[in-house]
């Protein structure tokens, strides 16, 4: 659907002509929310990243559109040795690699990494720069939908979904406690729906997977 399509489907139920900007916000932040919840095969996309320029540094960024971490890490040389590395929480990291920044550190290709800060921690320090780290993720949206956004997500085949969370959002901002709640009461009905479609029936069905090279 057209963002003026799906803003005049939701107008249809809120019939509030005043709050154009404020629709188009909580369809934008609807389709975040389910996008968080979820990770949907049509948002995945596989990186291959090479950002650490300087020897002795252990961090990458995010890309800006990342949700989900998807799968694996790998650490590749590009001669043909690649490993999984093995995912550790912030204290873990902290533990095995307690100063990673001294100029002495032990360098040598990462066997781990953490998620932290919206950067990836490798450990240990990696000896080369060229190394490639490779993962896949879900995307978040990025985009603002506005009346002239060609294709809203989710339009096609979760309208109803966007439109209760929609007005749900809407009617919270008004303080209308009391049909905010009625129209949450529908999103999660819409949101179950999705996970029973998305997840349980689609499980092990072959992913479209887009390539990102950061």
């Known amino acids: 659907m057209l963002g003026l399509d799906l803003h005049n489907y939701i107008l249809s139920t809120f019939r509030r002509t005043d709050k154009t900007t404020q629709i188009y916000e909580a369809i934008t932040d609807t389709i975040m929310d389910i996008k968080l919840q979820f990770e949907f095969d049509s948002f995945k996309v596989e990186a291959y990243s090479t950002s650490i ?13 990342f949700g989900h971490l998807v799968g694996a890490m790998r650490c590749n040389d590009g001669n043909g040795n690649s490993r999984i590395l093995l995912k550790l929480s912030k204290e873990q990291f902290d533990e095995l690699y307690p100063d990673p920044n001294a100029v002495n550190v032990s360098k040598a290709m990462p066997t781990h ?21 490779e993962f896949s993720y879900t995307t978040e949206a990025s985009d603002v939908i506005t009346a002239s956004t ?24 008004l303080d209308d406690d009391e049909k905010a709640a ?32 950061l």
Request: aromatic content about 18%.
């Open 53 to 65: 320029s300087v020897l002795g540094d252990y961090k990458i960024d995010v890309p800006s559109d």
């Open 113 to 133: 990494y953490c998620l932290f800060g919206e950067q990836f921690l490798f450990g240990n320090v990696p000896d080369r720069i060229d190394y490639s780290y």
């Open 182 to 213: 009625k129209w949450k009461n529908f999103y999660d009905n819409e949101i179950a729906k999705i996970a029973a479609n998305e997840i349980q029936n689609n499980s092990g069905n072959a992913s479209f997977i887009r390539y990102n090279d």
């Open 150 to 173: 060609a294709n809203v997500p989710f339009s096609d085949r979760y309208r109803e979904c966007l439109k209760f969370g929609a007005l749900m959002r809407l009617y919270a901002g």
